[in-house]
């Protein structure tokens, strides 16, 4: 009865243990992609959409194409657009799709190793303040110039 017992209790550990070594995502990216740069370009510009499950916070972006990653805004002050860097991350509220597009919060790419070529991916990780981060690969595409859909 004791073998029994201490069998039972190590498939209970071993399964809960299994649990917390992958738990489910939660934050989920979609849609990800990068601007094309130049050669000797100080910056690039990626775009991707965020959904999470509980209320989070993206905090830090690494990738191994760049320098550093940031995460940035941009508003308008007086008729002048302006960016800045979001110090404290971005708010993602529970159930809610948070998208980072162009003219809007955006990823920056700080000192590009390479050029970003149209076709190429660029992998991003993306940190969170309470979730494990996320590891994708945004495509290096042209956006759609406005008025040009078809």
Same mark, same amino acid.
Do not use: W
């Given at each position: 009865m004791k073998t029994l017992t201490l069998i039972a209790v190590s498939v209970a550990a071993l399964a809960a243990s299994a649990a917390q070594a992958a738990p489910a995502a939660k934050v989920t990216a979609s849609d990800a992609w990068c601007r094309p740069t130049v050669a000797g370009a100080m910056a690039a510009g990626c775009y991707v959409t965020l959904t999470a499950k509980g209320e989070d916070r993206l905090v830090a972006v690494e990738s191994p194409a760049a320098g550093r990653g940031e995460i940035h805004t941009m508003s308008m002050d007086g008729g002048v657009m302006r960016m800045r860097q979001l110090t404290d991350g971005l708010a993602l509220p529970a159930g809610?799709?948070? &998208?980072?597009?162009?003219?809007?919060?955006?990823?920056?790419?700080?000192?590009?190793? &390479?050029?970003?070529?149209?076709?190429?991916?660029?992998?991003?990780?993306?940190?969170?303040k309470t979730g494990a981060p996320v590891t994708i690969e945004a495509v290096v595409k042209t956006p759609p110039m406005p008025g040009m859909a078809h």
């Open positions: 809610k799709t948070v &998208a980072l597009k162009p003219g809007a919060d955006h990823i920056m790419l700080i000192g590009p190793k &390479a050029a970003l070529k149209e076709g190429a991916k660029v992998p991003l990780t993306l940190k969170f």
